[in-house]
């Protein structure tokens, strides 16, 4: 086994420390330093491989919507020569993080991000259907879905709000083939939501939906 890298750690683990039962998702450069996210449960959001799996083309909603191109909420720096791209990229300075290699604070943070699991209506997904300047017009039709358990090969999440129009079900999870879907036990149609595994329109009140 890898062993963790001195200065990532000291980043991604008090990252944790400050949200002990947050899902988090960080931006890094770098692929070496992959051990302590695995041990803080921190998804690394993005790696500097020489190779993409691409997503599936959407089924629902418009083929131009790119839902793996919002950025996550956080980004970890080891360069200052990196310091330009979190500015260009609505990122701002977590004061309190530790240094980096280079830079005085290994955090920075941006205000708007898709949450990990989230319930969309299907009229506000298809609505969006001219990216603007942003990947994704309208975060804010992007709801937390919060009661869910995201392990290595299954994602469960119980939905309670209520509904009065068809809703979608999704999480930042690339639709690539291998994965199912099931709603309350069954079966059902999993659908590409952006680039994104999404279950299919819903109007009940309470469902609960797994992938696997």
């Keep these: 086994v890898k062993e963790t890298d001195p200065v990532a750690n000291r980043c991604i683990t008090w990252l944790r420390a400050q949200h002990p039962d947050e899902p988090l998702a960080v931006w890094q450069q770098q692929y070496a330093d992959i051990t302590t996210y695995l041990n803080n449960r921190v998804r690394s959001w993005s790696v500097g491989a020489d190779f993409e799996m691409l997503a599936q083309k959407p089924t629902l909603g418009s083929p131009l ?15 200052a020569a990196e310091v ?7 990122y701002h300075v977590v004061f309190d993080s530790p240094k980096s ?11 708007d991000t898709l949450p990990y ?20 017009p309208d975060l804010q039709a992007f709801s ?10 299954q994602v469960a999440l119980i939905v309670t709000d209520k509904r009065t129009e068809p809703t979608i079900v999704g999480v ?3 639709a690539y083939p291998g994965w199912r879907v099931e709603v309350d ?5 999993l659908e590409s939501v952006g680039g994104q595994n999404g279950g299919p329109g819903l109007s ?9």
């Design 144 to 153: 937390p879905v919060r009661l869910f358990e995201r392990r290595g090969d």
């Design 185 to 189: 036990g069954h079966a059902a149609q």
């Design 204 to 212: 009940n009140p309470r469902w609960r939906t797994r992938l696997h």
């Design 65 to 79: 919507l790119n839902l793996n191109l919002v950025r996550p909420k956080y980004a970890r720096l080891n360069y």
């Design 172 to 174: 930042q999870e690339k």
């Design 117 to 136: 699991a989230y319930t969309v209506t299907k009229a506000a997904l298809e609505a969006m259907n001219k990216p603007a300047e942003k990947p994704v």
């Design 84 to 90: 330009p791209w979190t500015q260009r990229n609505d």
């Design 101 to 111: 290699a280079q830079t005085a604070h290994c955090l920075y943070q941006r205000a």
